[in-house]
């Protein structure tokens, strides 16, 4: 089946999406781009520009470049938005011949505002079949909330033309609720705060059982990102005029350089409190070069940009009120634009609606990817799809200590497999537990115990040596099977778990949420688990030196040893982090010391020895140990 | 009839083992697609992670060649001058050696594949859309523009 393209045909860009095993992902363009300037332009040589490419070179062929055709699209000549656009257009514009429409002129002929439009998203079909690689027949639209019949009509026009079967024209703040999977959640009222690059707009809706009804919807046309850069190139020129007597506003380069450098500040002052604005060589006087540095913190933006935020937030007010919906009636806000990424921006909207937004996807795709979504739903025949569960919670076993050991982590789609090896925790231990635990907590007993069962038969062997093969395999229904082996001899057990995902949402939730709850508390046990781990086995190999070198340690050397195990072993099980430390600390260094001795006195050993025999010697071996070990 | 019953369930199970079998083969073929796609996609990515911390270096080096101009028109020559000019050198051959490549631009036929026009100018007739000064130079790794040049086209 062939993928429905969503489209955000937008007024200075446009993003396109698909849905990927059920998600929404934005298709970049063949420049590699994730949004596309919604520019055409027809070169001097008669060949069609589309995009970054025709924007690049309106300054050469400005009357020859179209944009914003979003503002004349389904419009008439006569129409007050259309005559306020008019006079700032570089290129030619006229009333429809034989009808009350637009045309624009490109070249020598005279195109509908639609057949542009469906130039632009021509060229987004052909780079997206291109990086998908098969055709695409269908798509999904969006456009603004206030659009009218007319302009909707011609929307879908554009989209034919440019050889879509457009299944549907859906609004922007539809498509961002989409995004957000809003539509599942029925009875809710939501509001879209889509504040732009050079428009902005806010919307109401209702979302009922089978529908989203847009309850209200006020905009500017011309306000955005924009008017936000522009004050900071303003502020700049100010004080530069001010420290250097020279106006920069007069010098089209350095006003190019501003610019880029006040978007960039802005963006940056959205993650930090304060930037450097740093040009240098900006201009140059009989003095010699110039330079412009300034320090722009976050609150001086905001007092430089307070009133474009005001004038959006009135109007979002307004629209509340004038939809008839009361405040504390709207359950979810729904941030789109690149704009509301000024921390300033979410900062109000929630002053207004007393809650935090949605603002988890890219507001500058999430239209796009609502598009898509819709396409996803219209198309929506699951009947091929073999749809794969995620377990909820992670699956592991109980450790040396209490600790709970993941081996599956949450949301691992499931059948799968997984294998650890382990180890045993002391020497000569004949058997191991294996306790099957599900959660995310560190402590084995703050989690839920789905089982166990003993493996014996185990034979005798230093602690760590012995390899206990564990592994936990999941089938398509949640059956966990978890069997552990003996590697030496083979022998194994295995017990199975029917229903491990069988849990209810309500339990998951609340294991969920007590995990995150006790995150802090639980990372210090942790700590203090391997902390006795490690004493553990410090005290063992201490213990073991001592006796097998009881002998070769002098006396004064061993009465210190075992003071310090001594110590260890009757703080290990305190919960004092810092003191246990110190002890393993010492004990390590004591016992180090006494190697190096042991080591010294086996070489001088050796040395005579040679001297006396000069055959060949024997290799030094060191044990191997598992970091990971069973009780 | 028990046999027509047994034929009949023979059959479904077949259609069953068919489906399932097909299915089994399109999960495995897109798990090794998937592995393509994703080894594709983590080159590009790669490359576009390269690309933006270029980009990022470039208006470095940027000033660099603004300051060079500024100590030519001095003539000042003292070995801070040629300090500084080695400086630029150095980033010039580290980002030559990651692959980055300047575009041309001056005296050649305005394309807006590789240059952005910022400013039309008087000149020539006959030279007519060809650029007559680079303000900003232009970069590209392989095919891919970091940043047109920014130039001045004649009218």
């Not at chain 1, 079967?165 to 889509?194: C, M, S």
């Not at chain 2, 259609?15 to 594709?40: C, M, P, Q, S, V």
């Amino acid at each position: 089946m062939s993928k429905i393209l969503g489209i955000d045909l937008g007024t200075t860009f446009s993003a396109m999406a698909v849905v990927e095993s059920g998600e929404g992902r934005i298709i970049e363009n063949k420049e590699g781009a994730r949004t596309t300037p919604s520019v055409v332009a027809l070169s001097k040589k008669g060949e069609r520009l589309v995009g970054t490419i025709a924007r690049r070179q309106q300054v050469t062929n400005p009357e020859n470049t179209i944009f914003a055709t979003k503002r004349l699209i389904g419009r008439r000549f006569s129409d007050p938005e259309v005559q306020k656009e008019k006079d700032g257009l570089p290129y030619q514009i006229r009333k429809e011949e034989g009808g009350e429409g637009v045309e624009i002129k490109l070249g020598e002929k005279w195109h509908k505002p639609a057949e542009i439009s469906a130039m632009i998203l021509q060229k987004l079909k052909k780079d997206a079949e291109e990086k998908i690689g098969e055709e695409i027949k269908e798509a999904i639209i969006t456009c603004p909330a206030y659009f009218d019949d007319a302009q909707r009509k011609e929307t879908k026009i554009a989209g034919e033309i440019a050889g879509f079967n457009v299944r549907r024209v859906i609004n922007e703040p539809t498509a961002a609720a989409l995004a957000y999977g809003l539509n599942k959640k029925k009875d809710h009222q939501i509001v879209v705060f889509d504040f732009g690059g050079g428009t902005f707009d806010v919307s109401i809706l209702d979302i009922g059982e089978d529908t989203i009804e847009v309850k209200g919807t006020k905009g500017d046309s011309h306000l955005g990102g924009e008017d936000f850069d522009n004050r900071i190139v303003k502020w700049l020129i100010e004080e530069f005029k001010n420290d250097n007597g020279i106006d920069l506003s007069k010098d089209p380069l350095a006003l190019q350089r501003l610019k880029e450098e006040s978007e960039k500040a802005k963006k940056e002052l959205s993650t930090t409190t304060q930037t450097d604005i740093n040009i240098p060589f900006i201009t140059s006087d009989e003095t010699g070069p110039k330079h412009l540095n300034y320090s722009l913190n976050r609150t001086k933006f905001e007092t430089l940009t307070e009133d474009l935020v005001e004038r959006a937030i009135n109007l979002t007010k307004e629209t509340v009120e004038s939809s008839g919906i009361k405040i504390e009636d709207i359950e979810e806000v729904v941030l789109v634009g690149g704009q509301t990424r000024m921390p300033k921006v979410q900062e109000k909207v929630k002053e207004i609606f007393g809650k935090e937004p949605s603002k988890e996807i890219n507001p500058d795709e999430v239209v796009a990817i609502g598009a898509a979504i819709q396409g996803g739903i219209m198309g929506g025949d699951v009947k091929d799809v073999l749809l794969l569960d995620v377990i909820p919670l992670s699956l592991g076993i109980e450790t040396l200590g209490g600790k709970n050991t993941t081996l599956i982590e949450k949301n691992t789609t499931v059948p799968t497999q997984k294998t650890e090896t382990f180890s045993t925790a002391a020497d000569n231990q004949s058997s191991v537990q294996i306790h099957i635990l599900q959660g995310e907590r560190t402590m084995a007993s703050d989690n839920k115990s789905l089982g166990q069962f003993i493996l014996d038969g185990i034979s005798p062997a230093p602690r760590g040596v012995p390899q206990i093969e564990v592994s936990f395999d999941i089938d398509a229904n949640g059956i966990l099977d978890v069997s552990a082996k003996d590697k030496s001899t083979g022998k194994s057990q295995s017990i199975r778990i029917e229903g491990s995902c069988g849990i209810s949402d309500e339990e998951v939730k609340r294991m969920k949420s007590e995990a995150e709850k006790h995150a802090d508390e639980d990372k210090k046990k942790e700590e203090l688990i391997d902390l006795r781990n490690q004493s553990d086995q410090m005290l063992y190999t201490s213990e073991k030196m001592l006796k097998d070198n009881a002998e070769k340690i002098s006396e004064e050397e061993k009465n210190s040893l075992e003071t310090l195990i001594k110590d260890l072993r009757d703080l290990k099980e305190s919960d004092d982090v810092q003191k246990i430390k110190e002890k393993v600390e010492a004990l390590s260094q004591k016992t180090q010391e006494i190697g190096k001795t042991l080591h010294e006195q086996a070489q001088k050993e050796q040395e005579t020895q040679t001297k006396e025999n000069e055959g060949p010697q024997e290799g030094e071996y060191e044990e191997k140990k598992d970091d990971q070990e069973n009780n | 009839m028990e046999v027509k019953k047994i034929i009949k369930a023979y059959k479904r199970c077949k259609k069953e083992r068919d489906e399932y079998l097909a299915g089994w083969k399109r999960a495995k073929a897109d798990l090794l697609n998937y592995k393509k796609d994703e080894t594709d996609r983590t080159k590009k990515l790669l490359d576009m992670e390269k690309c933006r911390i270029l980009a990022k270096i470039i208006p470095i080096l940027d000033n660099f060649k603004r300051a060079e101009e500024e100590i030519k028109k001095g003539e000042s020559d003292n070995g801070i001058t040629e300090g500084i000019t080695q400086i630029k050198r150095q980033l010039e051959d580290f980002l030559k050696k990651e692959g980055l490549e300047e575009i041309s631009a001056t005296g050649e036929e305005f394309d807006p594949n590789f240059h952005e026009a910022v400013e039309m100018v008087d000149g020539d007739k006959k030279d007519s859309g060809k650029v007559i000064e680079e303000i900003e130079k232009g970069y590209k790794l392989d095919e891919i523009i970091i940043r047109p040049s920014k130039v001045k086209v004649i009218k």
